[in-house]
C-alpha cells in the first residue's frame, strides 16, 4: 500500500464549485506539465497556459497535433451523430461526449495497445481514441453488419476484442467487475498489460464500485480505475450522490494511489494516466484518476437537460479541451478549421458507407447466443 | 389478501370528469393523488426531482411536494429499494422507482429476501407495504441491457403482488390500492405505453387489483396477453375479424395472483388460447399460463395452446431484429390460426 | 452448440477403477483432474481455500494448488463473479464457487448482463467460458432465506447453459465439458446431496451435456424431475411398483436447454406426466415442461401433466413445515396415482 | 460533515495483529474510562484496569452488575444451544456470539427502548440483550408457535416487532438497506429515534454495505452502523477480506464520524456507543463505530475451525468480556458462579417451556405469505 494511496487530512469541499477551473494561470500551467501524480484530494490546476513554442518536426508536437486531431474527430463524430439521430436514422439511447473528450483521448493515449478498455454506455470518444475505424463504429451507430459489433449493439455497445475494446456496457458500474476480471486474468497469466475501466462520478455509488474497487486492492490488479467525474449523474448532481464529493480521496480509502486531474486538459490527463499506467505495470496495484471534466450536451438524445444552468455550461465551455489544446500548441483557429474539415470528411465517408452496407439478415436473429460450434472453444 | 383489498373502499371520491391523457400523465395524476392524500407516501428513486424521472413521470411532483417527499437517490438500487423495504416497515408508505426493470436485478436480493419474506420469517410480524415501480420491455431499440421483460421472475415470488397497467385506466387507479395493500407491490409499466394516449372513464367504485380484464369479446380463441403486447393482441383481433375469426383478448392485468378464474371462463368458452408474452418463451410466464389451463380446462381444450413470446436472446439494436424477437400482431394472427385450426 | 460439447473427446483418459465416494468427494475430483489438467482453471469464492468451502467441496484443493489458484474471495458476490466473467474473457477458465444460490441474486446483474449477453450484444466476438457453481435446495432445515430453489429463472436465460447433477457420475464428468463449453455454465449442487454415497461408473466415452437420462424405465407414467428430488421420484416408483404401477423417471441433468426429445420420447411411451420441482409452482420449470410436452406430445396425453412442486413460501424453519413445503415421495406417488387414475 | 469523520493522516496497520490488545495496563484502563470518541483509525485501550470499589447500592454498580448478568445470560444460554444442537434438538445453522457479548450488550444498553435494531443471524446476543423474552428466543430455537417468529424462523430469523427488533437476516449485509429504510422512516416523520445495525467485519466488503454508508451519511440518517469485527469471515481472516483493515478509517471516508472501540470492554463499547447515539439523535447523521472482538468457537455449528490457530483462540479468551467486567467491578468467583446458576434456571425453565410448546399445525404452512386481509393495512 502506497503511503501516497492514504486519504489527506485536509477536508475537501464538501459542495464543490460547479465552475470550471480557472484558466490561464501561468503557475498552474507549469505544475500541469511537470504534471508529478497528486495526492488523493488535491486538485491538480489547469494546464492551458501560453503554448509551448516548438519546431513542427518534433515528436512531442506532432504528438499533440495527433491528440487534437483525435478529439476533433470524436467532436465531429459526434456532432453528426446528433445530426442523424435528430434525423431518425440512428435510434436508440444514443450518450455524446462532447466536452470530454481530453479525457478519453488523454487516457488511451498512455495505454500500450495490448492492454484492455472496459468502457460505458458513454464510448463513441473511447472507442473511437482506441483507434476501432470511424466507419466501423458509424456502421455500429446505424445497426450494420459492417458495424464493429455487427450492429446488434448500437451506440451504447462498441466492443472491438482484436483492439481489446471490450464495451461498451450500459450498466452503470456493470463494467467494473469485468474489468477486474481482465486485469486478474493478466495478473495470473504473468502478463504485463493494463486493464482501464471508465466508469462515471455516478457509478461510484454503486455497489460494484466497491466491490472491484476493494478485490481490485486487495489483489495488487494491474486495474486503472479512470472515473470521469463529470458533476452529474443525469440530472443528479455530485452533491447528491455522494457524501463525500471529493472522488479521489474515497478511492484512496480503499488503500490505493488515487488522484485527480484537470479532465479538460488533455496533456495533463495524458500525463497523470501514464504516470498511473507506470505504477501499475510496475506492480502497485490498481489505481484511480478522478477525471475532472463536464459534458456540453444533455445526458443522452432523450434528455431536455432541465437541471443546469445555462450560465454554467457557457463557463466550462470557455475551457473546452479542444480549444484548450489549440491555443497551448498554437494551432491557429485557420488550421483548427482545416483539421475539422478533415474531419468531417472521415466522417462523411463513414456515414456514406454505413448507409450503404448490408443490414444482418432476419433469419440471423439468433445469432450469438451461443458460441457456433466450429468456433474453437479453447483460444 | 383478494378480497381485502378489492373491498377497500375507493380512498377518494370517484373523478366523474372524463379527459384525455397519456399514459405517463395517468401515471403522474396517481403519484400526485397518492402524495397529496397520505403524507405517508413518497417517491424515492434515481432522477425522480428536477429531471422528472427517466421517462418524465414525476416531472413536477418535485415543485409541487418538495426534496422530502421527492426524493433523488444515488445511483444504488440495493440501497434505496431496501430503504423503500425499511421506510414501509418503519411507518411510510414508499414508492420506490427502478427506472428500468434491467437495474432492477441489483436490488433483487433486497427484493426478494427481504420484502417478499420478511413477513413469513417473522412469523406474521412484519408486513412490507412499499411499491416497487418500474419500466419494462423492448422496442425502442435500447438494446441488449435495457430491454428486457423479467415479469415473469417477480411473478413467481410468494410474498409479492405483481401489476401491469397496460390502460389509461390501469395506470391511474391501480396505484391507490397499491399503496392501501399491505404487502409489497411492484409495478411494471411498459416503456412503449408512456405516449400512449386516451380517454380516461371515471374511477370504478370498487377498482380492485384481483381480476384480469376481458378486453374484446369473442368465441374463437383467447387471446390472453398483458402490458406492452396488450394493444397488439388488439390490432390481431380486428385482423382475425376481418377473417371470420372472433378473437376474445385478456388483459391479465395482475401478473400475481394470476385470475385463473377469468382465463378459465375464456377457454371454456372459446376452447383455444394464444398466449402472447413479451418475456423469454422459456420458463416465464406463458409456461405457467398455459400449464394452467391445460390443469384447469384440459377436456375443454381443442388445439395446443400457442404460445408468441419474445424470442430467447438478448434484444438486438437494429429496428428490424428488434421487430423480429418481439410479438407482434402478425405473430399472433398466425398463432390464432394454427389454433383455430 | 450440443453437438460440438458432446462430441469433444473427453479430456482425459476414462477413469477404469469403480470406487465408492459420496457427491462431495466426486465434486472435488473433478476440480483437482480440472485443475491438474489445465493451467488456465482456477477456483475463486467465498471460504474455498482453507476452509475448504461453505460444504467442503474444496476441501485440500489450496494445499494441492495453491492460493495463486485456489482463491478466497471477500464477500463480494458481484464483484468475484463478475471478476470471474472478465477473467475468462482474459483467456482463463474461472471456476467460480458462489455458497448459495440465495446469494447469487447479488450477482445476478453480472451474470445475466454481462456472462449471458456479451456475446450477442459484441456481434459474436466475445465467448465467455466461465463456470459458476452453486449450492441450491432446502431440506436442511435452514430456513427462509438459505433454501430456496432458483433454479428456474436460470434455466430461462438465453446465453447460458444450466446443469443439476444428480448423481455421482454427473457430480464427477459434468465438470470437464462445463470448462469446455466456450459459453458460460452455471451448475446447481443441491444441498441434500453432498453426503449421498455410491459408486463411481468408469467415464463413458463421449461424456455429454446435452441429454435428460431415463435413470428408471417404466411405461405407466414419466415422473421428470432433475437435482435434490430424484432420489424422491426413485422412491416414489418403488413405492408405485409396488402398487402395480410402472413409472419411469427422468433426470433432466441439463436444466438449459432442456431436452425436449428424451421428455416426448417417454411422455409418446406413458402418456402421462408428473413433473417434480422442488422450486415454486408458479412461473418455474414445471410449467415451462409441462407446456412443451402440451405443445409437442397434445394428442398423446391421456390426462393433464401433474406437477408436484415446491410450495409458494419461503421455507419455513421447522422440519414437519419444511417437509410440507418441499415435494416427498408420497407426494408423487399420489400425482401418479391420480395421473393413472 | 464533522472533521472528526475525517481519515486520519496516519497510515493503519495493514496486517493487524490477532492478537488481544494488553490487558492490565492502567494508563489504558483509565483512557476507556475517560472513553471520549475516537478518530477513526485510532484503537482504543482496553480497560480491564482494576476494579473500581463501589458501594453496592449505588445506581452505576447496579447497571454494570446488569450488564454482567445480560452477559452470562447469553453466554449461558448459548452454551446450552450448542448443547441442544449436538443433541439434534436445534437444526439449521446456528451462530454462536460467546466471546462477543459485550458488543451486543454494551450498544444495546445505550439505545433507548423505541430505537430500532437490525440484526445479522449471529442474533441471539442481541436479541436478549432488547429484553426479547429468554423463553421467546428458545422456542424459536425448537421452531415452536411459542417462538418470537412463531418458530417459522429459527437461529436465524429472530424477530420481535413490538420492541423494535427487525431480525435476524441471513443475507450478508443484508440488513444495512432496510435500517436505513428504518432511519429514514424517523427522520422523515420527525421522530428522535435511532436504528442500529449490527453487520460483521466481512459484510463491509459487500455493496449493499457501500450503498448505505453513501445514503446514510448523504441524507445524515439516524443510523448506527455497529461493526463487529471479529477478525473474520467464516474461515477467511481480515486481511484476505478488505485491502483496507482499519475499518473505521474506511467508514469515516463516506465522512461519518467513525471509531475503533475495544468490543471486549462492555464498558468501553455502551460509552462509545452513548456518544455515537448522543451524536445521532443530535441530527450529526450516522455514525459507525468498529467494535474489535473475537468468537470463541467456530462460525457456526457447522464449522471444524480449521483456519484458526488454538494459541490464537486461547489468547483472546483471557480477555473475556465476562471475566473482564466481573474482575473490574470486583465481582468474586462465587458471585460469578451464582450469576452463571440464575442464568441456567432460566435457561433451563425456557428450554423446558419450548420443548413443551406446541408446534404449527402442517395446515398452516401457507399462513404470513401475504397479510390476512383481517389485518388493518395502515396502522
Ligand atoms: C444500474 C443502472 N442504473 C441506472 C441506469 C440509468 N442511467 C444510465 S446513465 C446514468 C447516469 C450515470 O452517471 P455517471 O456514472 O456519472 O456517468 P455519466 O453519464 O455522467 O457519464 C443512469 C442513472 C443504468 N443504466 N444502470
Ligand atoms: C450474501 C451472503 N454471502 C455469503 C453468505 C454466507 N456467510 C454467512 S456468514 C458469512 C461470514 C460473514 O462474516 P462477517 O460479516 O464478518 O460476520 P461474522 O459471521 O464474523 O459475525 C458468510 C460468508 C451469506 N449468508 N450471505
Ligand atoms: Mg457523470
Ligand atoms: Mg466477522
Excluded at chain 1, 229 to 255: F, K, V, W
Excluded at chain 2, 46 to 51: C, L
Amino acid at each position: 500500500m502506497s503511503p501516497s494511496g492514504r486519504p489527506a487530512a485536509k477536508p475537501a469541499a464538501k459542495n464543490p464549485s460547479r465552475k470550471p477551473p480557472a484558466a490561464d494561470s501561468s503557475k498552474a500551467a507549469k505544475a500541469a506539465r511537470n504534471a508529478a501524480p497528486r495526492r488523493a484530494g488535491q486538485r491538480v490546476a489547469p494546464s492551458d497556459g501560453p503554448a509551448a513554442a516548438a519546431a513542427p518536426a518534433d515528436p512531442a508536437t506532432k504528438h499533440r497535433s495527433d491528440l487534437l486531431a483525435q478529439m476533433v474527430l470524436i467532436r465531429r463524430f459526434e456532432e453528426r451523430c446528433v445530426e442523424l439521430y435528430s434525423a431518425g436514422t440512428i435510434r436508440g439511447f444514443v450518450h455524446v461526449y462532447i466536452g470530454e473528450e481530453a479525457v478519453g483521448v488523454g487516457v488511451t493515449s498512455a495505454l500500450s495497445d495490448d492492454d484492455a478498455i472496459v468502457s460505458t454506455y458513454r464510448e463513441h470518444g473511447h472507442a473511437l481514441a482506441r483507434g476501432i475505424p470511424v466507419d466501423a463504429v458509424m456502421a455500429e451507430m446505424f445497426g450494420k453488419t459492417t458495424g464493429c459489433s455487427r450492429g446488434r449493439g448500437g451506440s451504447m455497445h462498441i466492443f472491438d476484442a482484436r483492439r481489446r475494446f471490450y464495451g461498451g456496457n450500459a450498466i452503470v458500474g456493470g463494467g467494473l467487475p469485468l474489468a477486474a476480471g481482465l486485469a486478474l486474468a493478466d495478473l495470473m497469466a504473468g502478463r504485463e498489460r493494463v486493464t482501464c475501466c471508465f466508469f462515471g462520478d455516478g457509478a461510484m455509488a454503486e455497489g460494484e464500485f466497491h466491490e472491484t474497487a476493494n478485490l481490485a486492492a486487495l489483489w495488487d490488479l494491474p486495474l486503472l480505475l479512470a472515473c470521469e467525474n463529470n458533476l452529474y449523474a443525469m440530472g443528479t448532481p455530485l452533491e447528491h450522490e455522494h457524501a463525500q464529493t471529493d472522488l479521489a480521496m474515497r478511492a484512496a480509502s480503499y488503500g490505493m494511489p488515487a488522484w485527480a486531474v484537470d479532465g479538460m486538459d488533455v496533456l495533463a490527463v495524458e500525463n497523470a494516466a501514464r504516470r498511473a499506467v507506470e505504477g501499475i505495470r510496475a506492480g502497485n496495484g490498481p489505481h484511480f484518476l478522478e477525471l475532472r471534466t463536464y459534458r456540453f450536451r444533455a445526458h443522452s438524445m432523450y434528455d431536455p437537460d432541465r437541471y443546469r444552468e445555462k450560465a454554467e455550461i457557457e463557463q466550462w465551455k470557455k475551457r473546452d479541451p479542444i480549444k484548450l489544446l489549440a491555443k497551448r500548441i498554437g494551432v491557429t483557429a485557420a488550421a483548427l478549421d482545416e483539421l475539422a474539415h478533415q474531419a468531417t470528411d472521415v466522417v462523411e465517408r463513414a456515414v456514406a458507407a454505413a448507409q450503404a452496407a448490408p443490414s444482418e439478415p432476419v433469419e440471423d436473429l439468433l445469432r450469438f447466443v451461443y458460441t457456433p460450434a466450429e468456433t474453437e472453444a479453447r483460444p | 389478501m383478494t378480497a381485502k383489498v378489492d373491498a377497500s373502499p375507493a380512498p377518494h371520491p370517484p373523478a366523474t370528469s372524463t379527459a384525455t391523457l397519456t399514459y405517463r400523465e395517468a401515471l403522474r395524476e396517481a403519484l400526485r393523488e397518492a402524495m397529496a392524500a397520505d403524507e405517508r407516501v413518497f417517491l424515492m428513486g434515481e432522477d425522480v426531482g428536477k429531471y422528472g424521472g427517466s421517462f418524465g413521470v414525476s416531472l413536477g411532483l418535485l415543485e409541487q411536494f418538495g426534496p422530502r417527499r421527492i426524493r433523488d437517490t444515488p445511483l444504488s438500487e440495493a440501497a434505496f429499494v431496501g430503504a423503500g423495504i425499511g421506510a414501509a416497515i418503519g411507518g411510510m408508505r414508499p414508492i420506490v422507482e427502478i427506472m428500468t426493470v434491467n437495474f432492477s436485478l441489483l436490488a433483487l436480493d433486497q427484493i426478494l429476501n427481504n420484502a417478499a419474506t420478511l413477513l413469513h420469517m417473522s412469523g406474521g410480524q412484519l408486513s412490507v407495504p412499499v411499491v416497487i415501480r418500474m419500466t419494462t420491455g423492448g422496442g425502442r431499440q435500447l438494446a441488449a441491457q435495457h430491454s428486457r421483460s423479467l415479469e415473469g421472475w417477480y411473478a413467481s415470488i410468494p410474498g409479492i403482488r405483481v401489476l401491469a397497467p397496460a390502460t389509461i385506466d390501469d395506470a391511474r387507479y391501480m396505484l391507490g390500492p397499491a399503496l392501501a395493500d399491505p404487502d409489497p407491490v411492484v409495478i411494471f409499466e411498459h416503456g412503449s405505453l408512456y405516449n400512449e394516449s386516451g380517454t380516461l372513464s371515471p374511477r370504478p367504485p370498487a377498482f380492485g387489483l384481483s381480476s384480469a380484464a376481458v378486453r374484446r369479446t369473442g368465441h374463437d380463441v383467447s387471446l390472453i396477453t398483458y402490458g406492452g403486447s396488450l394493444g397488439k393482441a388488439l390490432d390481431a383481433a380486428d385482423t382475425l375479424a376481418a377473417e371470420g375469426v372472433s378473437a376474445e383478448v385478456i388483459d391479465l392485468r395482475v401478473l400475481r395472483p394470476l385470475d385463473d378464474a377469468t382465463i378459465a371462463a375464456s377457454v371454456g368458452r372459446t376452447h383455444r388460447a394464444v398466449i402472447i408474452d413479451e418475456g423469454w418463451r422459456t420458463g416465464g410466464l406463458s409456461g405457467e399460463i398455459a400449464t394452467r389451463i391445460a390443469e384447469q380446462a384440459f377436456y375443454e381444450l381443442d388445439a395446443p395452446v400457442e404460445r408468441v413470446c419474445g424470442a430467447e436472446v438478448a434484444i438486438p439494436y437494429p429496428r428490424h431484429l428488434e421487430d423480429a424477437a418481439l410479438p407482434q400482431a402478425a405473430d399472433i394472427v398466425a398463432a390464432a390460426r394454427r389454433a383455430v385450426g
